[in-house]
C-alpha cells in the first residue's frame, strides 16, 4: 500500500474514530485501525465487537493499494504533531513507513487477516433522516439512558419507527426522554431495537459531521447507518424494552407554561445551596408562579420566583435538579408545558411534538 | 433518680367513636372486628365494660352480656391519625417518648423536670393537654421507672391521675396480685399460687436464686420488679414489630375464591397501614384457623423490604396456596401480617415501571380483585 493525503484529511476522518478504540483494553488489535487504499480512495476502520465506523478518507492519491493495520492512539497524536503539509504513508514488510514534512517514521503494523470484519452497508431497506435532525432527537434523548446496569435493556436508546416518524426514548428509570423526528425518506423498513449508548453517541458524531441525509436500517441484530462519508455498525441489546407508553402519566391536569431558559436559571441558582447528600429541590405552585426552593442543613436555603402561565390548585413537589435541567437543556429555548398530578406522582415536560420527558419526584416524607 | 411518665389512653378505640359520634357518647359502644358474626372485642366503653365487656370477648358473647350495647367495626385508620397526633403533642414535652402501642407510650422527663414535684406538674399538664387536644381522657402514672409508671396509670382508670413515689411503693407494691407484674401470664401465676403466692409482697422474703431456679429469667424480673426496680430505659426509636390483620368468618368457609377474596382485602388493609406507618416489611406472615381451632402460619422473608401491594399479595396468596393444606378442609380465621419492618427513607427518589418490573416476577393480581 502507498498512499499520500494533507495531514488534515486524515486526521479528521482519525478522531471520528477515536471513541470507538478509546475503550477497548482486552485486545490491541481492538485498539487499531485499519487503513485501506483501494484504487483512488482509502478507508479507515476501527471496532470494539459491539460498535464498528469505517470512514472514508478523501482526497487522497493512491499509488499502490493495499492494507495496513496500525495502533490508534500513536497514529493520531503524530498527525496532531504533523506539519499541515502532505503525509506519505507506505507499506515495508510489517511495518508502515509515514514521511513528509514532519520526519520520517516507521511504526510496527498488525496483521490485516486478524482485523474484524465490519458489516457492509447496503442501502436496501433503509430510511433517511437529516443529519440534522438526528443530531437532534440523539441530544434529546441519550443523557437519560441508565449509566449503571439496572436492567440492561435500559443502558441504551429505543429506535422505533412508528406511524412514519422515527421515535427514540432513553431512560433510567427514574426520567424518561421521548423524542419524535420526521424521516426524509425511505421505504418500507422496520425499526424497533435498542441500540447500546456508545453506538448512539457515535451516531450522533457521525451526523455532526455530515450534511445531508443519513440512511438507517436495523437487521434484527445491528443498527446500520450511513453519511456521505462514514459507515457505522451497532450492535442491538437483547430484551425487552420497559413499556415506555405506560409510564406517560395521562391525568396530569395541573399544566404549567415556563419559559425554559428562566426556569433553568432559577433551578440553577437554587441547586447551588445544594448538596450531592442532599440533592433536592423543591417545586412550589402557585396562581402564576413556581418558587423554586432548596433547603440543606448547614448550607442554607434557596428562594427563586419564576413567573409562569398557572391556574391550578397549589402543589409542592421534590426533585433531584438535574433531572430536570437535563430536559430543560434539551428543550434549549422557548416555552415549556410542565404537568403534574401530586407530589409522588410522574411529572411531564414536553416542548410541542417533538419531545416529551416524563420525571418521578422524590417523596418529601413529613418530618414527624 | 429517673422521673417517668406513663400515659394510656381511656377505652381508646370504643372513645374516639364518642368523639365522632356525639349520639353514641356515654353509651356502651363495643368497637370490634366482624361486628355481626364472630369477631372479638377490641374495645368497649366504661359503660359496656359495666355489663362484663371485655377486649378479646366474642362479640357474640358481648351481645348476651350487653344486648342494647351500640356494636361498631374497627376504623383502625381513624385510630392511628388520632394517635399520631397524641404522639406529636407528647413530643413537645420531651423528645423522650417512647410509644407501646396507638395509645399507650412512655415519656421520659429526668432531664426537664428540676425535682420529682415537678414530673408530676409535668404528669398533670400532659393529661389536660390531651384532653384539649384530642377530646379524648388519658389516664397517666408518674413515677421512677416504666414499671410502676404503667402501674400508676392504671390504678385508677378511667381519667386516672397516679403518682407513685419511692417512699410508696412498698405500700402499693404489697397488696396487688402477682399477675400485675410485667410478664407474669396464667401459667406463672398459678406455678406462684402453687407456692403460695398470690401477692407481691409475698415474693419479697423468697432470695433471688431460688426465683432464678425455678422461673429462669423470669425469676430474676420478679425479683426487682417485686420490689419497684427497673432499669429498663424509654427507647425513643420505637419500631412496630408487625403490622397485622385477620378475619374470622361468619360461617366456616371451603370455597378458596371467598378465602381468597378475603386475604386480598386483608392484605390491601396492612399494606395500607404499612405505608401510612412509612415502614417497609421483609416478611409476610399468613394465618389460618380451620374449623377444629388447629391454627397454623406460614411465612416468607424476601431480600428487598417492600411496600408493594402486588409484591406482598403475590408471596401472601403463593402461603395460601402452596403452603396451606386447604382441600375440604373450613377455615373459621384467615389473617395477614408483615414483620421485619424497616424505616423508609426519608427522601427518597421515586422510579418509572416500579410495579411492572415487580411484575415480571411476581404472578397479577386475580382479574375481579382490584
Same mark, same amino acid.
Given at each position: ?53 469505517? !470512514? ?22 503524530? #498527525? ?15 511495518? !508502515? #513507513? ?34 440534522? @435532525? ?31 416518524? #422515527? ?38 458524531? =457521525? ?5 445531508? %441525509? ?18 457505522? !455498525? ?8 420497559? %413499556? ?7 391525568? %396530569? ?19 447551588? #445551596? ?6 433536592? =429541590? ?7 408562579? =413556581? ?9 442554607? @436555603? ?67 | ?29 363495643? $368497637? ?16 359496656? +365494660? ?17 344486648? *342494647? ?30 410509644? /407501646? ?6 415519656? &421520659? ?10 414530673? /408530676? ?37 378511667? &381519667?386516672?391521675? /397516679? /403518682? ?28 406462684? *399460687? ?19 431456679? +425455678? ?14 426496680? &427497673? ?26 375464591? $371467598? ?54 399479595? *403475590?408471596?401472601? &396468596? ?17 389473617? $395477614? ?13 421515586? *422510579? ?19
Amino acid at each position: 500500500m502507498k498512499l499520500s493525503c494533507q495531514k488534515s484529511t486524515m486526521l479528521s476522518s482519525l478522531q471520528l474514530l477515536g471513541p470507538v478504540t478509546a475503550g477497548t483494553t482486552t485486545k490491541p488489535i481492538l485498539q487499531a485501525v485499519k487503513l485501506e487504499a483501494i484504487d483512488d480512495k482509502a478507508v479507515l476502520e476501527a471496532t470494539d465487537l459491539e460498535v464498528g465506523v469505517r !470512514c472514508l478518507v478523501e482526497p487522497v492519491e493512491v499509488q499502490e493499494a493495499g492494507t495496513v493495520v496500525l495502533q490508534e492512539g500513536r497514529l493520531t497524536e503524530l #498527525l496532531r504533531e504533523w506539519p499541515e503539509e502532505k503525509i506519505c504513508m507506505e507499506t515495508r514488510g510489517s511495518m !508502515c #513507513l509515514l514521511s513528509g514534512k514532519g520526519g520520517v517514521f516507521k511504526m510496527a503494523g498488525y496483521d490485516p487477516e486478524e482485523f474484524p470484519v465490519i458489516p457492509t452497508f447496503s442501502d436496501e431497506g433503509s430510511v433517511e433522516v437529516s443529519a440534522d @435532525e438526528l443530531e437532534g432527537m440523539i441530544k434529546k434523548v441519550v443523557f437519560a439512558c441508565a449509566s449503571e446496569r439496572v436492567r440492561h435493556t435500559m443502558t441504551g436508546v429505543l429506535f422505533r419507527e412508528e406511524g412514519g416518524e #422515527l421515535r427514540m426514548v432513553a431512560t433510567d428509570g427514574r426520567r424518561l426522554a421521548f423524542a419524535r423526528g420526521k424521516k426524509s425518506g425511505g421505504g418500507k423498513t422496520t425499526m424497533d431495537g435498542i441500540v447500546p449508548r456508545r453506538g448512539v453517541e457515535l451516531l450522533s458524531r =457521525i451526523a455532526t459531521h455530515q450534511e445531508g %441525509n443519513v440512511l438507517l436500517k436495523m437487521d434484527g441484530t445491528h443498527l446500520l447507518a450511513k453519511s456521505g462519508k462514514a459507515t457505522l !455498525c451497532s450492535q442491538l441489546i437483547e430484551g425487552q424494552y420497559p %413499556n415506555y407508553e405506560e409510564a406517560v402519566p395521562k391525568d %396530569n391536569d395541573k399544566k404549567v407554561e415556563a419559559d425554559a431558559e428562566g426556569l433553568a436559571a432559577a433551578i440553577r441558582r437554587a441547586t447551588i #445551596l445544594t448538596t450531592a447528600e442532599r440533592h433536592l =429541590i423543591k417545586l412550589k405552585l402557585q396562581k402564576g408562579m =413556581i418558587v423554586v426552593e432548596a433547603e440543606t442543613p448547614e448550607v442554607g @436555603e434557596a428562594m427563586v420566583d419564576v413567573e409562569v402561565k398557572y391556574s391550578g390548585e397549589d402543589l409542592e413537589i421534590g426533585f433531584n435538579p438535574d433531572f430536570l435541567l437535563d430536559a430543560l437543556k434539551a428543550i434549549e429555548k422557548g416555552t415549556v408545558q410542565l404537568e403534574f398530578k401530586g407530589p409522588a406522582t410522574a411529572a411531564i415536560m414536553k416542548r410541542s411534538h417533538d419531545f416529551l420527558y416524563v420525571v418521578m419526584p422524590i417523596r418529601l416524607a413529613e418530618t414527624t | 433518680m429517673r422521673k417517668i411518665i406513663h400515659v394510656d389512653m381511656d377505652a381508646f378505640f370504643a372513645s374516639v367513636e364518642e368523639l365522632d359520634n356525639p349520639e353514641v357518647r356515654g353509651k356502651a359502644v363495643i $368497637v370490634g372486628g366482624g361486628i355481626e358474626g364472630r369477631g372479638v372485642v377490641s374495645s368497649a366503653s366504661y359503660e359496656a +365494660r359495666k355489663y362484663g365487656v371485655k377486649s378479646a370477648m366474642p362479640i357474640s358473647r358481648a351481645r348476651k352480656l350487653c344486648p *342494647h350495647g351500640i356494636f361498631l367495626e374497627v376504623r383502625m385508620e381513624r385510630y392511628i391519625e388520632i394517635s399520631i397526633q397524641l404522639m406529636r403533642l407528647l413530643k413537645d414535652f420531651t423528645p423522650l417518648v417512647e410509644p /407501646v402501642s396507638v395509645d399507650e407510650a412512655f415519656l &421520659d422527663v429526668t432531664d426537664i423536670a428540676r425535682d420529682f414535684a415537678e414530673a /408530676v406538674e409535668i404528669g398533670k399538664q400532659v393529661k389536660k393537654k390531651i384532653k384539649a387536644e384530642t377530646g379524648l381522657t388519658a389516664s397517666v402514672g408518674v413515677a421512677t421507672n416504666k414499671f410502676l409508671a404503667k402501674l400508676a396509670s392504671g390504678l385508677k382508670k378511667p &381519667d386516672g391521675f /397516679v /403518682v407513685i413515689t419511692d417512699e410508696e411503693k412498698e405500700n402499693i407494691l404489697k397488696d396487688l396480685p402477682v399477675s400485675e407484674i410485667l410478664g407474669v401470664g396464667k401459667v406463672t401465676e398459678k406455678a406462684l *399460687h402453687a407456692m403460695g403466692i398470690s401477692t407481691i409482697g409475698q415474693l419479697w422474703p423468697i432470695p433471688q436464686e431460688e426465683l432464678v431456679e +425455678r422461673f429462669g429469667k423470669l425469676g430474676r424480673v420478679l425479683y426487682y420488679l417485686s420490689r419497684g426496680i &427497673d432499669n429498663s430505659p424509654v427507647v425513643t426509636v420505637w419500631e412496630p414489630k408487625s403490622v397485622a390483620r385477620s378475619c374470622t368468618f361468619e360461617r366456616d368457609i371451603k370455597d378458596l375464591r $371467598v378465602i381468597r377474596r378475603q386475604l386480598y382485602d386483608l392484605t390491601e388493609d396492612v399494606v395500607k397501614q404499612l405505608k401510612e406507618m412509612n415502614l417497609r416489611a421483609k416478611t409476610i406472615t399468613i394465618k389460618v384457623r380451620y374449623s377444629n381451632f388447629r391454627t397454623i402460619t406460614r411465612s416468607i422473608t424476601i431480600d428487598t423490604p417492600t411496600d408493594l401491594l402486588s409484591a406482598v399479595w *403475590h408471596y401472601a &396468596d403463593m402461603l395460601l396456596r402452596e403452603k396451606v393444606e386447604l382441600k375440604d378442609r373450613a377455615i373459621r380465621l384467615i389473617g $395477614v401480617s408483615l414483620s421485619s419492618l424497616v424505616q423508609a427513607p426519608s427522601v427518597e427518589q421515586l *422510579h418509572l415501571f416500579e410495579e411492572e418490573m415487580r411484575s415480571e416476577e411476581i404472578a397479577t393480581i386475580p382479574k375481579g380483585m382490584e
